[in-house]
């Protein structure tokens, strides 16, 4: 099985004002992005060609608008603390970039 090009664990995945998941998974593998449960039940997920990620104008750092399959979700990244010797979540911006490069984007 392939590595994903980009996984961050512990997202708060919300749609509106209602919270989908507060410890779900981000995942970009085989050109797809996947929006998971914290038990990997699938949220929602669309070949990264077809995502728009950007940043909210409101809210901090940590956050990241992921527009899929004509539906638009609030990623919060970055929120934990890591367990100790496990390494910190991705902030929302390597998401972005993430998206862009795996869509042949950004450089």
């Known amino acids: 099985m392939a590595e994903p090009e980009f996984t961050a664990m512990g997202v708060r995945i919300g749609k509106g004002l209602r919270s989908l998941t507060r410890a779900g998974q981000v995942r970009i593998r085989r050109g797809r992005l996947e929006l998971l449960t914290s038990y990997g039940s699938e949220i929602d997920s669309a070949p990264v060609q077809a995502v728009r990620a950007s ?31 496990e390494p910190g979540p991705p902030a929302a911006g390597r998401f972005i970039e993430a998206v862009r490069r795996a869509a042949g984007r950004g450089d």
Do not use: I, Q, V
């Open 55 to 85: 940043r909210p104008w409101f809210g901090s750092d940590g956050r990241a608008l992921a527009d899929l399959n004509g539906k638009r979700y609030l990623l919060t990244l970055g929120e934990h603390d890591p367990a100790p010797g």
